[in-house]
């Protein structure tokens, strides 16, 4: 069974960088996709961005591409959102997700993760 923790969020200025953490536990391999997905009240949940876990390859939404950087290091088991230049329709909570399958990175769908952290929150202020 897999498990996922994320840390790192917080409140921060309009203009800031933040880095979100999420720590895996129960990953048999390198064959997942694991990701970023962010939901704001009363919005659905949304793709951030998604790693091939077995060769690192990243897909990103419109709204996080050039902002945003998702990477992984696979000896500590943890996945990392690095964001930048947060503005404030960012605010949301940040929740890491894994599925079985490197290829799925690049649809990166809320609706073919498997398992689910339960999130960290982050406050954009003005």
């Known amino acids: 069974l897999v498990k996922l923790v994320e840390s790192g969020g917080g409140i921060v200025q309009a203009g800031a960088s933040l880095t979100l953490s999420c720590t895996a536990s129960?990953?048999?391999?390198?064959?997942?996709?694991l990701g970023w997905f962010r939901q704001a009240p009363t919005k659905e949940r949304e793709g951030v961005a998604c790693?091939?876990?077995?060769?690192?390859?990243?897909r990103y939404s419109d709204s996080a591409a050039g902002r945003f950087t998702i990477s992984g290091d696979k000896a500590k088991n943890t996945l990392y959102l690095q964001m930048n230049n947060l503005k404030l329709e960012d605010a949301a909570t940040y929740y890491c997700?894994?599925?079985?399958?490197?290829?799925?990175?690049?649809?990166?769908?809320?609706?073919?993760?498997?398992?689910w952290g339960e999130g960290t929150l982050v406050t954009i202020s003005s």
């Open positions: 790693i091939n876990w077995d060769l690192n390859l990243t």
């Open positions: 997700a894994a599925t079985i399958g490197r290829g799925y990175y690049y649809t990166c769908g809320h609706w073919g993760m498997d398992y």
């Open positions: 129960g990953l048999l391999n390198d064959d997942y996709t």
